[in-house]
């Protein structure tokens, strides 16, 4: 008789004992599988310092949902399927030029060139909205982990870029000319309340619109230069007027007062 009591398995005869080590290692075999498996499948997404990140969590079926937010510098630690979209809150400094065929008339038809230096950031306590409603670009994660800023830089684009601009094409189109150089605070002024009330309620924060580099047409800027000229020419001439008319006082006065010196050496 056998010293371990015996069960079927596979059509054979093996003792309970055979059973169950052959049963520990299956299970042992299944545990590495499934934590390589998870491994695999997890990650422990990185904010870094400036960024916060749109955190997202995937399924194997399914949709991803949304996780969470981080901001930076930090990491969310190891989760299964766990993503993120890093979106900067740092300010940044766009261009926008009205140049060759994006030149301005103005109210008195002259040709205008110009710039407008815009200086805004996302607002850190809206990244939810930003990335749900704002952001076109996160179609390719890796894409974005190599230019993290083309998210912001595409929805300023979408959204902020042409307004923008129109503001600024109607506040120069409203003053004559030569009176452009001589607004450019006004100008811009008037552009930065403009959109920030178009912006208000988005994740968009507007913190300064400065006019500049305003240029005229060649010979509106010879035209100006002439006149300048001229103008400075003519008052230097009524300055050596002004200063020939005073020496001539003085001298008069010179000659009145040794008159009057010579009288009273003859009187006395």
Request: one cysteine or more; hydrophobic letters at 40%.
């Amino acid at each position: 008789m056998s010293a371990f009591p015996v069960t079927w398995f596979d059509g054979r005869r093996v003792s309970d004992g055979s059973a169950r080590a052959f049963s520990m290692i299956v299970f042992g075999l299944a545990a590495l599988v499934a934590g390589f498996i998870w491994l695999l499948g997890s990650t422990n997404p990185y904010t870094p310092a400036g960024y916060v990140g749109y955190l997202t969590h995937g399924a194997v079926f399914g949709k991803s949902t949304f996780y969470g937010v981080q901001r930076g510098p930090t990491s969310a630690g190891r989760t299964w399927l766990l993503d993120v979209t890093n979106v900067s809150i740092t300010p940044y400094t766009y261009n926008e030029d009205f140049t060759g065929n994006e030149t301005v008339l103005s109210r008195d038809n002259l040709k205008i060139s110009f710039r407008v230096h815009t200086v805004w950031r996302v607002d850190e306590t809206q990244i939810p909205l930003f990335m749900e409603r704002y952001s076109t670009t996160v179609t390719n994660h890796r894409d974005t982990e190599r230019a993290p800023d083309s998210i912001v830089e595409v929805a300023y684009s979408n959204f902020v870029k042409e307004p923008l601009r129109t503001y600024a094409r109607d506040e120069v189109q409203r003053r004559n000319g030569l009176e452009v150089k001589d607004a450019l605070i006004p100008i811009g002024d008037a552009v930065l309340a403009r959109i920030r009330a178009y912006a208000a309620g988005s994740p968009f924060i507007v913190s300064s619109v400065v006019v500049g580099n305003v240029q005229y047409p060649s010979e509106v800027a010879d035209a100006v230069s002439k006149k300048l000229a001229a103008t400075q020419d003519l008052q230097r001439k009524d300055t050596e007027i002004e200063i020939e008319r005073k020496e001539r006082t003085k001298r008069e006065v010179q000659r009145r007062a040794l008159r009057m010196r010579c009288r009273s050496s003859a009187g006395s």
